[in-house]
T-cell receptor
Framework: DTGVSQDPRHKITKRGQNVTFRCDPI?????LYWYRQTLGQGPEFLTY????????KSRLLSDRFSAERPKGSFSTLEIQRTEQGDSAMYLC???????????FGSGTRLTVV | AQRVTQPEKLLSVFKGAPVELKCNYS??????LFWYVQYSRQRLQLLLR??SRESIKGFTADLNKGETSFHLKKPFAQEEDSAMYYC?????????????FGTGTRLLVSP
């Protein structure tokens, strides 16, 4: 197991386009999280899954954002009709239920032009 | 509301000097506090958590509930400690699931 993998590493898109990111957590981890980080800020919570159930969504996650974890393994984060304000680093992390903190992925850097 | 404050954006010290990265928090209840570190071109990783009471890479942090602080300390900084450090909080109000991060402090250790 190589840890938490995110794909792609970088994405440049035009405003108004849809984008989808993928996260593959550590295989035995049942919790998966999405965070967003903008320049000069710490990561901000977006949503998390326990197995395939999405248990919490931040108010930061507008209707244009949707996340899935269909089989309790990998997860996707889709942003529809991207805006320049969506430009950020999108981080995925996973953990065990009751485990010792998260393991983060390297992130997907989104640039909306 | 849960909040983590890291007042310093940048902390610059010389090798061998003591280091203290400040973290204050706002939380109504019993929090769990963490320090995460991000070295250049690497992913964010857990450095330590207060309940472990460990010393990792020479760093320690003590939770002071009276001052609502969780400062990170190291007696003698090394050049390889140069990195971005984030203080984070979790707790019962957040279901012990999501983390609330501070804005981070960049530590620069010069030779």
């Amino acid at each position: 197991d190589t840890g938490v993998s995110q794909d792609p590493r970088h994405k440049i898109t035009k405003r108004g386009q849809n984008v989808t990111f993928r996260c593959d957590p550590i295989s035995e981890h049942n919790r998966l999280y999405w965070y967003r980080q903008t320049l000069g800020q710490g990561p901000e919570f977006l949503t998390y899954f326990q197995n395939e159930a999405q248990l919490e969504k931040s108010r930061l996650l507008s209707d244009r954002f949707s996340a899935e974890r269909p089989k309790g393994s990998f997860s996707t984060l889709e942003i529809q009709r991207t805006e320049q304000g969506d430009s950020a680093m999108y981080l995925c992390a996973s953990s065990l239920l009751g485990g010792d903190g998260y393991t983060f992925g390297s992130g997907t850097r989104l640039t909306v032009v | 509301a849960q909040r983590v404050t890291q007042p310093e954006k940048l902390l610059s010290v010389f090798k061998g000097a003591p280091v203290e990265l400040k973290c204050n928090y706002s939380y109504s209840g019993s929090p769990e506090l963490f320090w995460y570190v991000q070295y250049s071109r690497q992913r964010l990783q857990l450095l330590l958590r207060h309940i472990s009471r460990e010393s990792i890479k020479g760093f320690t942090a003590d939770l002071n509930k009276g001052e609502t602080s969780f400062h990170l300390k190291k007696p003698f900084a090394q050049e390889e400690d140069s990195a971005m450090y984030y203080c984070a909080l979790s707790g019962m109000n957040t279901g012990f699931q999501k983390l609330v991060f501070g804005t981070g402090t960049r530590l620069l250790v010069s030779p």
